[in-house]
């Protein structure tokens, strides 16, 4: 699954992923769009894999679009950037997709398209001295990446004009007060720490997990009773499935359960 921009490496049911493009701060292109998509469609199927980790080489977890890909496209028209960035989007977007959760550990600099890749992981996890911003009106840009829906929906509306219309670069501090992070970790202890929360939830039922990060989704946009349908068709289906019968199982006989994905 490796490729010369992104690495990828597999312990017992954990797939950490990390950008591979140090010198240029791990910024997004389409070659790495593409291998991207290669691992998240593969992921899909993939019962061996129960969470993923998304990191970057280096100093930075990704600094945002490649500056020459930016330029590049002041020379094409309207209509086709808007064809081509929608399909760029989607490349790295599809960690939405896969049923696995995937957590953002986040060791550096994450601004830009790089920064709302994060906001689209499940959790996020920095370094206390990472940085974080969404400074495409410092380019001369509006948002990309599902940015306007990703920050307004975790920060709330005062906090996304903030965010998005000033384009300061946050402190991780900053970041967790706004509800952009689940929490802050020293450099040192950062990938020990995500490793600890990855393990712990790949200790959880699949299946359940995958219905609850869809639900999660849903819940954004859908109405309480479409919810309530969503509910009651997870849950019926997970009485369908052996998962169930060993979770019983496991609190009747006060021990930790060994989920199968089945």
């Known amino acids: 699954m490796n490729s010369p ?3 990828t ?23 790495m769009g593409r291998d991207f998509l290669k691992i998240m469609t593969k992921l899909k199927k993939q019962k061996d894999v129960r969470v993923v980790i998304l990191t970057g080489a280096g100093r930075a977890f990704s600094s945002g679009g490649n500056l020459d890909m930016l330029t590049a496209k002041t ?10 960035l929608k399909k760029f989007y989607s490349l790295f977007l599809s960690l939405r997709d896969i ?3 995937v957590i953002a550990a986040i060791n550096g600099p994450a601004v830009g398209a790089g920064f709302c890749l994060a906001l689209a992981c499940d959790f996020r996890y920095a370094s ?3 940085k974080l911003g969404a400074n495409f009106a410092r380019l001369g ?4 990446m599902g940015g306007t829906f990703l920050v307004t929906r975790l920060a709330g509306c005062t906090r996304a004009s903030e965010i ?30 995500v490793q ?9 039922a699949p299946i359940s997990l995958g219905m609850i990060k869809k639900g999660i989704q849903k819940a954004l946009t859908g109405s309480l009773t479409q919810l309530f349908d969503y509910d009651s068709k997870s849950q019926a289906a997970c009485f369908k499935a052996k998962d169930i019968l060993e979770g019983i199982a496991s609190i009747r006989e006060k021990r930790k359960p060994n989920f199968k994905g089945i």
Do not use: C, V, W
């Open 5 to 7: 921009a992104i690495l």
């Open 128 to 130: 206390t001295e990472a």
């Open 196 to 204: 600890q929360i990855a393990k712990q939830l790949s200790q959880n």
């Open 9 to 31: 490496t597999q312990e017992n049911s954990i797939l950490t992923i990390t950008f591979n493009k140090p010198e240029a701060l791990n910024a997004l292109d389409e070659d």
């Open 99 to 101: 049923p696995q959760p």
């Open 164 to 193: 998005l219309m000033l384009g300061d670069i946050l402190t991780a501090e900053k970041s967790l007060h706004y509800g952009l992070l689940n929490d802050i970790f020293q450099p040192s202890e950062l990938m020990d720490r």
């Open 75 to 84: 020379k094409k028209t309207a209509a086709i950037n808007q064809k081509e």
């Open 141 to 144: 840009l509006a948002p990309g």
